[in-house]
């Protein structure tokens, strides 16, 4: 099963430094049919506007993987973390017993980031923080992981039976990924024109599937693809 989630129809809201998309409840935005994918919990499409973005505010016992897309974001939490994340690369913050923290755009563009959220395996965790480059050279024309709590994968650590993967791919090019029995994937390409198994989804649209074993994505251009495998 896929079921496309074009972007004109997903949530959100404009707050005039924020202008942010909810492919999942979020927020002021409620639907009752799109509460969660597996432990998917969030995944929102934000663009922050230059020298602006989320002041200091608390989580706990979730699992919150920032990708950016374009610019830079600059965090700083309660733990003493610092640390500013390019476009390409890939923040994860484990928010376990409790954790307070900022996201900044100090930069003078735009920045877009995809927020992600994961339900962790285990709660009541110490909380932590990381950041890691993933030049898009090293994930051209097939998918790489930049996040996981499955073992034996690569990338940064989450504590979730989870991952996050990436592709980029030149128009006409192809890539395949395997999804093991009983395990769901959200797929959203983050720029161009893609196909799904022969279903289209442009930047920003939404993809969630089930009940397939494998994933055959065609690049109609130029395009990046970010998906969460998980149970």
């Known amino acids: 099963m896929i079921e496309l989630r074009p972007y004109k129809a997903l949530g959100g809201a404009r707050y005039g430094w924020l202008d942010t998309r909810h492919h999942f409840s979020f927020a002021e935005y409620y639907d009752p049919r799109r509460m969660h994918w597996g432990n998917l ?3 929102n499409d934000d663009t922050i506007a230059p020298r602006s973005g989320f002041p200091r505010h608390p989580h ?9 897309r374009k610019g830079a974001i600059t965090h700083q939490d309660s733990l003493g973390n ?3 994340t ?13 954790i307070a923290h900022s996201e900044l755009n100090k930069e003078d563009e735009s920045t877009q980031i995809f927020q992600i959220w994961i339900m962790p ?14 030049p898009k050279s090293d994930r051209s024309g097939s998918f790489v992981t930049l996040a996981s709590g499955i073992p034996d994968d690569e990338g940064l650590p989450i504590r ?6 990436a592709a980029t791919l030149e128009s006409g090019q192809q890539a395949d990924y395997h999804i093991d029995a009983g395990r769901k994937v959200y797929l959203v390409p983050a720029t161009g024109r893609i196909k799904v198994n022969g279903v289209e989804a442009s930047a920003g ?8 074993q494998l994933l055959n994505v065609i690049a109609e251009e130029s395009s990046e693809i970010v998906l969460v495998d998980t149970i």
């Open 60 to 68: 706990r016992d979730m699992e919150i993987i920032t990708y950016v």
């Open 205 to 212: 649209d939404g993809v969630a599937i089930r009940d397939e």
């Open 82 to 84: 610092k640390g500013r």
């Open 160 to 165: 979730a039976n989870a991952r996050l993967v």
């Open 41 to 43: 919990r969030v995944w």
């Open 86 to 98: 390019r476009a390409g690369d890939v923040q994860v913050m484990s928010a376990g017993t409790g």
């Open 121 to 134: 395996d285990r709660t009541g965790l110490p909380p932590s923080w990381g950041t890691r480059p993933f």
